[in-house]
T-cell receptor, first 110, second 114 residues
Framework: KQEVTQIPAALSVPEGENLVLNCSFTDSAIYNLQWFRQDPGKGLTSLLL?????REQTSGRLNASLDKSSGRSTLYIAASQPGDSATYLC?????????FGKGTSLLVTP | SQTIHQWPATLVQPVGSPLSLECTVE??????LYWYRQAAGRGLQLLFYSVGIGQISSEVPQNLSASRPQDRQFILSSKKLLLSDSGFYLC?????????????FGPGTRLTVL
């Protein structure tokens, strides 16, 4: 069974810092890995999707990498802003089902 | 563009009462549809997925059921709610056929069972 772990569970940084969120998964036989953002009481917003054949994806200030062989993905956020405060979830797709980590709760302080 | 709707947004129900949550997707055809639950202190858990009308796969045995009466409609039901059914229920979709597409989520339904 796929197990997904996210470290750290919570993170507080001052505005302007670059930061890295980590995600690891136990079964490297994945189709893709997806990063989401969740604001309190809201649904999930898809940030980046990395297919298993890709090494990284970029969208604006976000960059996600994937090392399938080692079972790791990272989400890099450049020049963080208070509006980036949210919970970030990674999910590994092993075929139809997404297996989610418990998320990293990010607080960016002005 | 595609849009996914869920209702109701919030629901408070007594133990033992029935449940019906609805999810609809606009702007696409033959989507794969999913029901997830997010319980307090736990990660998101896949409950059901469907690759077509009348085709339902269950991931977790429980007192919930799902149905897909139309191509873009997915319903989550229960005959008798338990306290443990409380949580945030999320519907999601991906483009059809393959299971490796990007998943898009609805706004969710907050269910509290008292």
């Amino acid at each position: 069974k796929q197990e997904v772990t996210q470290i750290p569970a919570a993170l507080s940084v001052p505005e302007g810092e670059n930061l890295v969120l980590n995600c690891s998964f136990t079964d490297s036989a994945i189709y893709n890995l997806q990063w989401f953002r969740q604001d309190p009481g809201k649904g999930l917003t898809s940030l980046l999707l990395i297919q298993s054949s890709q090494r990284e994806q970029t969208s604006g200030r976000l960059n996600a990498s994937l090392d399938k062989s080692s079972g790791r993905s990272t989400l890099y956020i450049a020049a963080s802003q208070p509006g980036d405060s949210a919970t970030y979830l990674c999910a590994a797709n092993s075929g139809y089902a997404l297996n989610f980590g418990k998320g990293t709760s990010l607080l960016v302080t002005p | 563009s595609q849009t996914i709707h869920q209702w109701p947004a919030t629901l408070v129900q007594p133990v033992g009462s029935p449940l019906s949550l609805e999810c609809t997707v606009e702007g696409t055809s033959n989507p794969n549809l999913y029901w997830y639950r997010q319980a307090a202190g736990r990660g998101l858990q896949l409950l059901f997925y469907s690759v077509g009308i009348g085709q339902i796969s269950s991931e977790v045995p429980q007192n919930l059921s799902a149905s897909r009466p139309q191509d873009r409609q997915f319903i989550l039901s229960s005959k008798k709610l338990l306290l443990s059914d409380s949580g945030f229920y999320l519907c999601a979709w991906t483009p059809g056929l393959a299971g490796d597409g990007e998943q898009f989520f609805g706004p969710g339904t907050r269910l509290t069972v008292l």
